[in-house]
């Protein structure tokens, strides 16, 4: 309901001047028909009382508008509620009964719109069925393509002309993150995503000169022109990139094709020249290096060989032969050793759930005739290991185990060791003899069957920052090796896709954007349809910005061509350095505990600026949460200049006569289910789903661009609010 309704006032006012006109003219009537004494009778008997008849007419007054209001409402404003509620239905996939209210007539008005919606809604499913039907085929393609692209080891990006970003993969995703200079911060979450510029992190000249030589080599008629260069990511990866074009359909045979795109194959290739350079170190250590010793062991050599050389001589020439020896053998050592450091360096460590890890180094076990099984595993806990290594080091000591007390059965336990690190026990019947020959096993070169390998037992431990020792269960008679290993960091924040319902398939593609090009036109003049945007929300210490209250939590998601993309989404703690006040956190459920050692605001906002770069800004009381931002301008440097939409404010555009603007209100309304209300991802998703049933609303209105919509909120009851 509105806070003032003009037609009520409009209407008070009419029937009161309709009613003190007639009084009036009644009144003259009547007094030109009086007699002197009449008129001086009524002037003695009314002019002392003309005051409470003024009141008696206001009074009046406000019985009619009163009983106007209800009318209004009964009458008027129940049938333009059901008129806005039937417009959500009509412009939106939205599936609800509308509820009756008002006259009657409104409500079997409102019955038989309910039957056309179970209509339209049963027509539109057997044409979902019969379109799904047809579409089957192209959705198995695209199910492969976007299969094939996620699996792919190499980082594909594709990129429509502008360099914005149409399709990339899910390796791709992750090795663009590490390119974050802010790491720390929500991921480098604001590095990749759909319709970014890949300008943000290659310079645009380099992309333009490997273009423009495939465009060369296309009009020179080559079948499979590219390109490729070398060039530094912003955080100091070294990158190899090559580049090939999405050519265009040619309806001609006797056309040459243009290109529409370009293709970009990402290798990050720091650890391979760093293998590059160590191996050519090495190489110089063992001919330039040894050249000389040598050398002197040669002259020395051949001086011994010469009867006449007297004791003393012989003497220093056997030192220098021992010293260069010594030396020699020292660098051959100095470089096994970096070798195998080197060599362990290859194998990053990765998460792994600890009964994979059993369940793998069991089958390898079994497959060399062994009998092995899992006893006390824990299968919850979440290991940070190089499997591969892990497993070579559990097979060669149970290797030896076989050779020196022929075991033929060992058993494998996994248990918590503290908040950091698990037990993992390599467990076999033995006394407390066998204890003593197992000295030093961990630091001799492992042997798998026939194969020896430079590693040890050490390496791969020293490899996971762990440790090892050897332990003796004296009632059950056990002897077992005890792993320390690290456990998996556990996430600190609830991913952005456990929010909402997802596909499958994650969205890091859109085609559509191959026809998105750069707009000469300012964003004030674009469709809203075409615009990219940032939705966000933010969680706070308080309600007063300007009394000190802080930013605590950033939630925000990216919509593109019409589409929320669930898998971009950009979401951090912030800790405020200052107390949570106990009243704020059942509201939004962050304890002091959760936000200590988060970054601070100012290192949070430079990435989410870099995460909104190119988009328009939209939340729900917009101006409460753009509050918060400017005020940290001055302090974090960071200006947000986008233009800002306001979903409370579109709400009071489009339904004018809803009691109700807050964002559960409209989510009803639009049918949404609501996720994590009060986090700032949860109400940031919410508000993108509102938002985007609101863009097809507005344009039935007239409303399409976003200077329009700007205008029209601004001219909102709800516009008023400050802070």
Request: with cysteine; net charge negative.
């Amino acid at each position: 309901m509105r806070k003032f309704d003009p037609r009520v006032a409009l209407g008070v006012a009419v029937i009161g001047a309709i009613c003190l006109v007639w009084l009036l003219v009644t009144g003259g009537l009547i007094w030109s028909t009086l007699a002197e004494n009449e008129r001086s009778a009524i002037v003695n008997a009314i002019g002392p009382r003309l005051v409470l008849l003024m009141g008696m007419w206001a009074v009046s007054l406000i019985a009619v508008g009163m009983a106007l209001r209800w009318l209004v409402g009964y009458f008027m404003t129940a049938p333009a509620r059901l008129c806005e509620e039937a417009q959500v239905l009509l412009g939106t996939d939205v599936k609800r009964q509308l509820v009756p209210s008002g006259s009657l007539e409104n409500r079997r008005l409102t019955d038989l719109f309910n039957q056309l919606v179970q209509q339209r809604e049963a027509l539109r499913e057997e044409m979902d069925s019969r379109v799904q039907e047809a579409a089957r085929n192209t959705e198995l393609e695209k199910n492969r393509l976007a299969a094939l692209m996620s699996e792919l080891t190499k980082s594909v990006v594709v990129c429509n002309l502008d360099g914005r970003i149409l399709l990339y993969n899910n390796r791709a995703r992750m090795q663009f993150r590490t390119f974050s200079q802010l790491p720390n911060v929500a991921g480098g979450a604001e590095i990749i995503g759909l319709g970014r510029s890949i300008y943000g992190v290659f310079e645009r000249t380099l992309v333009a000169h490997a273009l423009e030589n495939i465009q060369r080599r296309l009009q020179r008629g080559a079948a499979s022109p590219s390109a490729q260069f070398v060039t530094t990511s912003p955080s100091g990866q070294l990158l190899r990139v090559q580049v090939a074009p999405v050519r265009g359909v040619v309806e001609n045979a006797q056309e040459k094709p243009e290109m529409t795109g370009f293709v970009l194959m990402l290798d990050n290739i720091t650890k391979d020249f760093e293998v590059e350079s160590y191996k050519d170190r090495a190489l110089s250590t063992l001919t330039e290096g040894s050249r000389a010793a040598v050398a002197n062991m040669q002259a020395a050599l051949e001086v011994l060989e010469y009867p006449e050389v007297d004791a003393d001589m012989r003497e220093r020439l056997l030192s220098v032969l021992r010293e260069e020896t010594h030396a020699l053998s020292q660098r051959i050592s100095d470089l096994k050793t970096s070798s195998a450091e080197n060599f362990m360096s290859r194998w990053p460590l990765e998460d792994m759930l600890g009964a994979d890890l059993i369940a793998v180094t069991i089958k390898r076990l079994e497959s060399t005739g062994l009998q092995a099984e899992e006893v006390d595993v824990n299968h919850s806990l979440w290991l940070k290991v190089e499997s591969f290594s892990m497993i070579q080091a559990l097979q060669g000591l149970v290797q030896r185990l076989q050779h020196h007390f022929g075991l033929s059965t060992v058993q494998l336990r996994l248990q918590v060791a503290d908040t950091n690190h698990a037990h993992l026990d390599l467990v076999w019947q033995g006394d407390a003899k066998s204890i003593e020959q197992l000295v030093g096993w961990e630091v001799e070169p492992l042997k798998i069957g026939n194969e020896a390998s430079s590693l040890t037992v050490q390496d791969v431990i020293d490899r996971h920052s762990g440790a090892l020792w050897c332990e003796r269960d004296v009632e059950k008679g056990l002897v077992f090796f005890r792993f320390l290993l690290p456990l998996a960091s556990p996430q600190e924040q609830l991913d952005a896709s456990t929010l909402l319902k997802t596909e499958s398939r994650p969205e890091y593609y859109d085609f559509d954007l191959f026809q998105s090009t750069e707009q000469s036109r300012s964003l004030e003049d674009c469709k809203l349809s075409e615009l990219a945007y940032t939705v966000f929300d933010t969680e706070t210490t308080g309600l007063n910005p300007a009394q000190g209250d802080e930013i605590i939590q950033i939630g925000a998601m990216r919509i593109v061509n019409n589409k929320l993309l669930q898998n971009e989404g950009f979401e951090q703690l912030v800790d405020p350095k200052k107390p949570i006040p106990p009243a704020s956190i059942p509201i939004h459920g962050i304890q002091p505990e959760m936000v200590k050692g988060q970054p601070t605001i100012d290192k949070v906002l430079p990435a989410f600026y870099a995460f909104t770069r190119d988009t328009v800004l939209v939340a729900h009381n917009a101006a409460f949460d753009m509050r918060f931002l400017q005020l940290k301008e001055q302090s974090t440097g960071v200006v947000f200049e986008q233009p800002v939409l306001d979903t409370l404010l579109l709400s009071a555009v489009l339904h004018p006569n809803q009691a109700s603007h807050r964002l559960e209100a409209i989510a009803e309304r639009f049918n949404i289910t609501i996720l994590g209300r009060h986090t700032a991802m949860g109400d940031a998703m919410v508000t993108a789903e509102v938002f985007l049933r609101m863009i097809p609303l507005l344009a039935e209105q007239g409303i399409y661009t976003l200077r329009q919509a700007r205008e029209a909120a601004q001219k909102t009851y709800y516009a008023r609010l400050k802070y």
